[in-house]
């Protein structure tokens, strides 16, 4: 069974940082594209960043040149560094699993994590 466990959220203040983690058990992780989403209280669920098994990313307008995704396949980890965090990027944020090299649709990813909690204080 495929598991994928978030971790690093927390409370910041603005122009903070912090770097949240997606664990992956279960399967083989070097050939999924792995995303992050975050979904703010009444507010749809945004496309964050993603990487491709080969390493290409992707991001979303909202974070290009704030945020970076990364993966260490040795570990079954994906990485996501936030940097310059605003209010605006309070969120849950959920790190998910996919079979296709398309990145920003939440619709093709077969698994998910069960989200982490970002607050970002002004």
């Known amino acids: 069974q495929v598991q994928l466990v978030e971790s690093g959220g927390g409370l910041v203040q603005a122009g903070g940082s912090l770097r949240l983690s997606c664990a992956a058990s279960g399967r083989t992780f070097s050939s999924w594209t792995m995303g992050w989403f975050r979904q703010g209280l009444g507010k749809e669920r945004e496309f964050v960043a993603c990487v491709t098994h080969r390493s290409n990313t992707y991001y979303g307008d909202s974070v290009k040149g704030r945020f970076t995704i990364s993966r260490d396949s040795a570990k079954n980890t994906a990485y996501l560094q936030m940097n310059s965090l605003k209010v605006e990027d309070t969120a849950v944020y959920s790190c998910?699993?996919?079979?296709?090299?398309?990145?920003?649709?939440?619709?093709?990813?077969?698994?998910w994590g069960q989200g982490t909690q970002v607050t970002v204080s002004s």
């Open positions: 998910a699993g996919s079979n296709t090299p398309i990145c920003g649709n939440p619709r093709l990813y077969d698994y």
